[in-house]
């Protein structure tokens, strides 16, 4: 079954760039979606189609999607970034919707 | 603006059955396809279902196939989520979840509040 990898945790320092990865076999050929979960609230779409930004998402977040790997990209990351960031694909073999782990993010 | 509100959550034995509901409002709930989701204590998301925007077709997770239903009332604005057999890895806060066009390749941009349902004995 085609699974989707993240790291557990990343950390960034207040006011400089976060990156998460997602890792798949060939996840360029998919289009990769992202959601931000804060504690106690239910997820909020950030990315779709791997680098489009849903209104009222600040224009620090940004996606790239390419060969085995997806990334987020959280630039002047501020206090409220703070959050489980998940990737997610459709998996046209299996006709079922793919989560990534989830990756804790801290901004120190 | 979009509302998605779920209901009939709690606390349930080993093997019985519980349907939870959706309420859609804010949009036109017959054209887009519709999901559920659910997150597990301390865990991450994973997907449960999905129904077509007209409910003709139909898709499920592997844990949950041959358990559970997924269905849609367009009259009512409601989606729907049969569970039977529950077992106690079926707890978890069930969200309902729209999508932005077809069956998940595009995002889901609604999300309800979250429905616990917790199968202990």
């Known amino acids: 079954s085609y699974e989707l990898t993240q790291p557990l945790s990343v950390s960034v320092a207040l006011g400089q760039t976060a990156r998460i990865t997602c890792g798949a076999d060939?996840?360029?050929?998919?289009?990769v979606q992202w959601y931000q979960q804060k504690t106690g609230q239910a997820p909020v779409l950030v990315i779709y189609?791997?680098?489009n930004r849903p209104s009222g998402i600040p224009e620090r977040f940004s996606g790239s999607n390419s060969g085995n790997t997806a990334t987020l990209t959280i630039s002047r990351a501020q206090a409220g970034d703070e959050a489980d960031y998940y990737c997610?694909?459709?998996?046209?073999?299996?006709?079922?919707?793919?989560f990534g782990g989830g990756t804790e993010l801290t901004v120190l | 603006q979009v509302q998605l509100m779920e209901s009939g959550g709690g606390v349930v034995q080993p093997g019985r059955s519980l349907r939870l509901s959706c309420a859609a409002s804010?949009?036109?709930?017959?054209?887009?396809?519709m999901h559920w989701v659910r997150q597990a204590p301390g865990k991450g998301l994973e997907w449960v279902a999905v129904?077509?925007?007209?409910?003709?077709?139909?898709y499920y997770g592997d844990s949950v196939k041959g358990r559970f239903t997924i269905s849609r009332d367009n009259s009512k604005n409601t989606l729907y989520l049969q569970m039977s057999s529950l077992r106690p890895e079926d707890t978890a806060v069930y969200y309902c979840?729209?999508?932005?066009?077809?069956?998940?390749?595009?995002?889901?941009?609604?999300w309800g509040q979250g429905s616990l349902v917790t199968v202990s004995s």
């Open positions: 979840a729209k999508d932005r066009m077809g069956y998940g390749g595009n995002g889901f941009d609604s």
């Open positions: 804010g949009f036109t709930f017959s054209n887009y396809g």
């Open positions: 129904t077509s925007y007209d409910g003709s077709n139909k």
């Open positions: 060939n996840i360029g050929s998919k289009n």
């Open positions: 189609r791997n680098d």
């Open positions: 997610q694909v459709w998996d046209r073999s299996a006709a079922g919707v793919i």
